[in-house]
Nanobody, 120 residues
Framework: QVQLVESGGGLVQPGGSLRLSCVASRFTFSRYSMSWYRQAAGKERELVAG????????DYADSVKGRFTISRGNAENTIYLQMNSLKSEDTAVYYCHARGWIGTTRYDYWGQGTQVTVSL
């Protein structure tokens, strides 16, 4: 069974930093593009950052550009989200997402989420 397990969430003060990790197992990690999404209470899930299979291209939501950095280690089957200069509006559950293709069939996998709370 495919697994994506996030960690690293928690409570942090505004202006602080956190580093999220997502460990993948039971699928060919290096063939999947990876992303971080988040969902705040009462809001829809939104894309935060994405990274291509070899890590050569990263994309970010405008709201996190210059503050967040996504990276991946294919040897470790892990992606990371370094979050700096955190704001209260970054409070949300953060989810790891994997997307890949086998032929014409698309596969999407989600982690269980990790809570990030930015507050005094």
């Amino acid at each position: 069974q495919v697994q994506l397990v996030e960690s690293g969430g928690g409570l942090v003060q505004p202006g602080g930093s956190l580093r999220l990790s997502c460990v993948a197992s039971r699928f060919t990690f290096s063939r999947y593009s990876m992303s971080w999404y988040r969902q705040a209470a009462g809001k829809e899930r939104e894309l935060v950052a994405g990274i291509t299979t070899a890590g050569g291209t990263q994309d970010y939501a405008d709201s996190v550009k210059g503050r967040f950095t996504i990276s991946r280690g294919n040897a470790e089957n892990t992606i990371y989200l370094q979050m700096n200069s955190l704001k209260s509006e970054d409070t949300a559950v953060y989810y790891c997402h994997a997307r890949g293709w086998i032929g014409t069939t698309r596969y999407d996998y989600w982690g269980q989420g990790t809570q990030v709370t930015v507050s005094l």
